[in-house]
């Protein structure tokens, strides 16, 4: 089956400078890669995603890259701020006949330093 | 737009004893349903998914079960209770599109 890997598992940066985050996956076959940050005791928020047939994506300070050839994605946050300090997971889904099944990376907890 | 409820919010169970948590979505039809569990300071497990009334799907053999028994109610359960069912468990759809989000969770601790 599908197998996410993600890493940094941990990750401190300095208030603006960038940070980014990187994942692998296994399945060919998958076609969506979103990613989801998640502040302590609070659900997971989906920040950005991206689709196979795309190979960058940006919305204000944050990006995604896709290399389908490599099956990496990664997660771009530029000028980090104290409130992009989170957990971040990747995911993917593998072909699964229409259930759209996310499979989770493991996470990777950031921290922004004043 | 579309809200997706869940409770209780917290909940302290002694071991042994059952389980029942509900999971509502708002504002769409037909939606895909998914139980997640996050250990603490952990990843998410995907339990269970459903793409339809009555049509369950279990992702990890273990001591709980889930049903749907409405278009838009999606419940998880347990007959007994152990120790290691501790965690945050969040509901989450998707309808149509590959976007998923998630529930605001339910805080399980078993004591």
């Known amino acids: 089956g599908e197998n996410v890997e993600q890493h940094p598992s941990t990750l401190s940066v300095q208030e603006g400078d960038s940070a980014v985050i990187k994942c692998t996956y296994s399945?060919?076959?998958?076609?969506?890669f979103p990613w989801y940050k998640q502040e302590l005791g609070k659900r997971p928020q989906l920040i950005i995603d991206?689709?196979?047939?795309?190979g960058e994506k940006k919305d204000q300070r944050i990006a995604v890259t896709l290399n389908k050839t490599a099956k990496h994605f990664s997660l771009h946050i530029t000028e980090t701020q104290p409130e992009d300090s989170a957990v971040y997971f990747c995911?993917?889904?593998?072909?699964?006949?229409?259930?759209?099944?996310?499979?989770f990376g493991a996470g990777t907890r950031l921290a922004v330093h004043p | 737009s579309q809200t997706i409820h869940q409770w209780p919010a917290t909940l302290v169970q002694p071991v042994g004893s059952p389980l029942s948590l509900e999971c509502t979505v708002e504002?769409?039809?037909?939606?895909?349903l998914y139980w997640y569990r996050q250990a603490a300071g952990r990843g998410l497990q995907l339990l269970f998914y459903?793409?339809?009334?009555?049509?369950i799907s279990s992702e990890v053999p273990q001591n709980l079960s889930a049903s749907r028994p409405q278009d838009r109610q999606f419940i998880l359960s347990s007959k007994k209770l152990l120790l290691s069912d501790s965690g945050f468990y969040l509901c989450?759809?998707?309808?149509?599109?590959?976007?998923?989000?998630f529930g605001p969770g339910t805080r399980l601790t078993v004591t």
């Open positions: 989450a759809w998707t309808s149509g599109t590959n976007e998923q989000y």
């Open positions: 459903s793409v339809g009334i009555g049509q």
């Open positions: 991206i689709r196979s047939n795309v």
């Open positions: 504002g769409t039809s037909n939606p895909n």
């Open positions: 399945d060919s076959a998958s076609n969506y």
């Open positions: 995911a993917a889904t593998p072909f699964s006949g229409g259930y759209n099944k996310l499979i």
